[in-house]
């Protein structure tokens, strides 16, 4: 006679197990490890875990002095690196109180706003690849191309210039510089409609996107959200406009705040911005004025003991810089305050009860660089 | 607010703040103990309404451990600086935020990790950049490590 | 120097030149024509170098033409892994797994000045791993900051050619490669 064993009857569904997105997967970004804790395919919760890119740039800047400095910020945000790099030149620069030459403000406001832009162009071709749409690949990195042409042209490099230095720029541009970002600016803007074309008005895009990962403007606050993915919570946080640096204020744009704070808004206030972006470089390209490339700085670089914050508007958030001084050519702390890292802090929170692929989208339109999170 | 207004404020809500000359912002050293009665009224009172905190950042000055926050508010626009400062290095207790601005849960995290400071009431506190078992805090001025790290 | 010390690709195709059975090399002509010009990526990139590897994959220069037809996902289903960034001490051990899971034969190309040696971040940190060939035994090392995409491809390039240099008789043993 068979003997009938009585299994304990298992609600697979209602047990919670964990899985993880290691640090080496096609569509975390970069290297961040998250174990997310699903039921089913519901995500619980999720703990990331950082520090698989920590270089300890923080350290390293007790020992470099500022000009060697700028080498270094470079390469936590890489996208937006001249940005990062224009922060701690104002911080040096408004520290000695020193006056830079009205056409270097012009030439870094309108190198941030190309930075900006190809910044934007590389987001729109990963979120396109992790929705699965490899076409967007292609496209974003062949517009890219132009402008890395441009900066290669002028300043030698296709990433990582460290163009700008405390006082003024390395040196001047180049003769064709404007006539070539006025090409571009003729040619991007009717490629712009074909981004659209393909992936704004994408009936999968909008199925995918739209009401995942809601965000509300108090959240945004609270856990310190900014750059696109905070104003497309309402969170009317531009640095650009708020607290403005540079030639900001003589153009003339909009700060794109959209009130639904879902992935959808995030994607939406990016593809605004790359043509805000468009419109501050056609304002300034023009009235470049003559003049010098740099001030006259000192060949050590002492900042005055004491502590300066400086904050600026990178493509990914505000990004802030904190010295304490006291005296020497290098500072005693150098904090950078990554707009990355607070960012990911809301990733856990704005994820909870969605699935596991609405998880990928959320993370693409969150839009974080990892070596900027662990630095 | 006015920074002289702000500075009546919160002298008045703590009289123990220590006022420090900055050219950029208004800042005071505030007491650990009274930190977050302090953060709470910042935040919650309505003329104040302190809700951005947009860094938070441990610093060692040789003979203290300091935490710096810089909070702005989004609908007033004014700027403050706190600092609280802790001599003990070997236990350094500092009360947490988190419960009142979201983001100071990583932000304090970060600081543990590279700069020993504790914070009490974290829901989370360990390491998030280094390894769990790696020994010492590293952006201490008296770090040593022979073998990781090359001088020049 | 030991023969088994040089390591180049110009000194190894000259020993190839002499010698060999006439059978032997015509059928190790195809598989390594073969197997050199379809060499297969694992997803690997850790910070700006990987940006560079995506553009050098992209349009403009696409080495698609070279082989590198898809990135693989899998540390299995992959030929070579491309390190592109920095590797700290936290990664080093992920790394190790990722490359112990690839399926023989293997290569490794470093990319970029930080996994040549460290790069700009040799002195003064604390949790860099200075050069990737202190983990996993490295074949191709390709300079620059970012290195420029044609850069890359001459390093694949570089690794067409040594892959062209192998033999049936005597397979690639990675454990002699190990340290």
């Not at chain 1, 300890?56 to 020992?63: A, V």
């Not at chain 2, 103990?33 to 009172?45: I, N």
Request: glycine residues 6%; negative net charge.
């Amino acid at each position: 006679m068979k003997e009938v064993i009585n299994l304990p009857v298992r609600n697979i569904e209602e047990e919670e197990y964990h899985i993880n997105m290691g640090p080496q997967h096609p569509s975390t970004h970069g290297v961040l490890r998250l174990v997310v804790s699903l039921q089913g395919e519901i995500v619980k919760n999720l703990k990331p875990h950082c520090g698989y890119i920590h270089r300890g740039i923080e350290k390293m800047c007790e020992k470099d002095t500022y000009p060697q400095i700028i080498h270094l910020t470079d390469r936590m945000d890489y996208l937006s690196a001249h940005i990062n790099n224009h922060a701690v030149c104002m911080l040096v620069e408004k520290a000695l109180e020193i006056d830079v030459p009205e056409r270097v403000q012009y030439i870094r406001t309108i190198v941030d706003e190309l930075n900006r832009i190809a910044s934007h162009q590389l987001w729109w071709c990963s979120f396109g690849m992790d929705l699965g749409g490899l076409t967007c690949f292609f496209y974003g990195l062949r517009d890219r191309e132009k402008i890395l042409d441009i900066f290669e042209e002028s300043f030698g490099s296709r990433l990582l210039h460290s163009y700008y230095t405390p006082g003024g720029l390395m040196m001047d541009i180049h003769k064709d510089f404007q006539k070539n970002v006025k090409d571009f600016i003729k040619y991007f803007r009717k490629k712009i409609k074909d981004y659209d074309r393909i992936l704004t008005g994408n009936i999968i895009m909008h199925e995918r996107t739209r009401g995942v990962g809601f965000l509300s403007k108090e959240d945004a606050i609270s856990y310190g959200v900014t750059g696109p993915s905070g104003r497309a919570s309402g969170f009317a946080c531009d640095v650009r406009k708020h607290h403005p640096y540079g030639v900001y204020e003589k153009a003339d744009f909009k700060e794109i705040l959209l009130p639904e704070g879902d992935t959808f808004a995030r994607y939406m206030v990016r593809m605004h911005e790359m043509r805000e972006s468009m419109k501050i470089i056609e304002q300034l390209i023009d009235n470049i004025p003559a003049g010098d490339y740099s001030a006259k700085m000192k060949a050590v670089i002492k900042l005055p003991a004491g502590e300066y914050f400086q904050r600026v508007e990178a493509a990914r958030g505000e990004l802030g810089v904190y010295v304490v001084s006291d005296g020497n050519k290098t500072p005693l702390r150098m904090k950078f305050r990554s707009p990355n890292f607070s960012n990911l802090g809301v990733l856990d929170h704005i994820s909870r009860g969605c699935k596991i692929a609405d998880l990928v989208a959320i993370g693409a339109s969150l839009d974080y660089v990892i070596p900027d999170i662990d630095r | 607010m006015d920074n002289a207004t702000l500075k009546e404020r919160i002298l008045g809500l703590v009289p123990e703040a220590e006022f420090q000359e900055n050219k950029q912002f208004l800042m005071f050293v505030v007491p650990p103990s009274a930190m977050h009665e302090l953060s709470f009224a910042l935040k919650h009172e309505a003329d104040l309404a302190f809700d951005f905190l947009f860094c938070l950042s441990g610093v060692d000055m040789v003979k203290y451990l300091e935490v710096v926050y810089h909070l702005e508010s989004t609908t007033h626009k004014h700027q403050l600086v706190l600092k609280v400062r802790t001599a003990d290095r070997e236990n350094a207790a500092v009360d947490t935020v988190c419960d009142i601005w979201r983001t100071a849960e990583f932000h304090e995290r970060e600081a543990y990790d590279l700069l020993g400071i504790r914070f009490n009431n974290h829901p989370d506190l360990r390491r998030i950049f280094l390894e769990e078992d790696w020994k010492g805090y590293p952006l201490r001025k008296d770090y040593v490590d022979e073998v990781n790290i090359v001088e020049l | 120097m030991k023969e088994g010390d040089f390591r180049d690709n110009e000194t190894l195709e000259l020993f190839k030149k002499s010698g060999g059975n006439i059978l032997l090399t015509t059928i190790d002509a195809m598989i390594d024509w073969g197997r050199s010009n379809s060499i297969w990526p694992l997803t690997f990139a850790t910070s700006c170098c990987g940006i560079e590897m995506m553009a050098t994959g992209a349009s403009r220069h696409d080495f698609a033409r070279f082989g590198i037809e898809v990135y693989r996902a899998s540390p299995r289903q992959a030929d070579v892994i491309v390190v592109a960034g920095t590797i700290v001490n936290k990664m080093a051990p992920v790394l190790k797994r990722l490359y112990d899971q690839m399926s023989d034969p293997k290569y490794v190309i470093a990319m970029g000045a930080c996994a040549v040696s460290g790069g700009p971040f040799f002195y003064n940190t604390y949790h860099v791993v200075r050069g990737v060939d202190h983990v996993i035994p490295v074949d191709v090392y390709v300079p620059g900051c970012p290195p420029r995409p044609e850069a890359l491809l001459y390093g694949v390039m570089q690794l067409q050619r040594k892959i062209k240099l192998e033999t049936m008789g005597d397979p690639r043993k990675t454990e002699e490669l190990t340290r």
